[in-house]
Nanobody, 122 residues
Framework: QVQLVESGGGSVQAGGSLTLSCTVS????????LAWFRQASGKEREGVAT???????SVANSLKGRFTVSRNNTKNNLYLQMTGLKPEDTAMYFC????????????????WGQGTQVTVSS
């Protein structure tokens, strides 16, 4: 089994920044792809960014320029740097792992963390 634990969420004002972390443990295959998703209240889960085993990354087009994803394979960590935060970025942010890469479809990931809440006020 693979465990993922997110941290770093919180409340910020619009224009602020946050960096989320995801720590992966358990029977984690380092060839797995890791990803960030988010889900706002009453909305579907949305793909944010992915990182493959050699840290080739991809960010959702609507978030490029504000969000950056990175991975530290030595520490089994995934990070999401968020800048220029907007109220519409308010959501629960989830870390996910799976063996299918370069996808932002939630159904393609087998393992999920519990999420960390990000709230952006105007």
């Amino acid at each position: 089994q693979v465990q993922l634990v997110e941290s770093g969420g919180g409340s910020v004002q619009a224009g602020g920044s946050l960096t989320l972390s995801c720590t992966v443990s358990g029977k984690f295959d380092r060839t797995y792809c890791l990803a960030w998703f988010r889900q706002a209240s009453g909305k579907e889960r949305e793909g944010v960014a992915t990182s493959d085993a050699i840290d080739r990354t991809s960010v959702a087009n609507s978030l490029k320029g504000r969000f950056t994803v990175s991975r530290n394979n030595t520490k089994n960590n995934l990070y999401l740097q968020m800048t220029g935060l907007k109220p519409e970025d308010t959501a629960m942010y989830f870390c996910a792992a799976g063996d299918l890469c370069y996808t932002l479809r939630a159904a393609d990931y087998q393992f999920w963390g519990q999420g960390t809440q990000v709230t952006v006020s105007s």
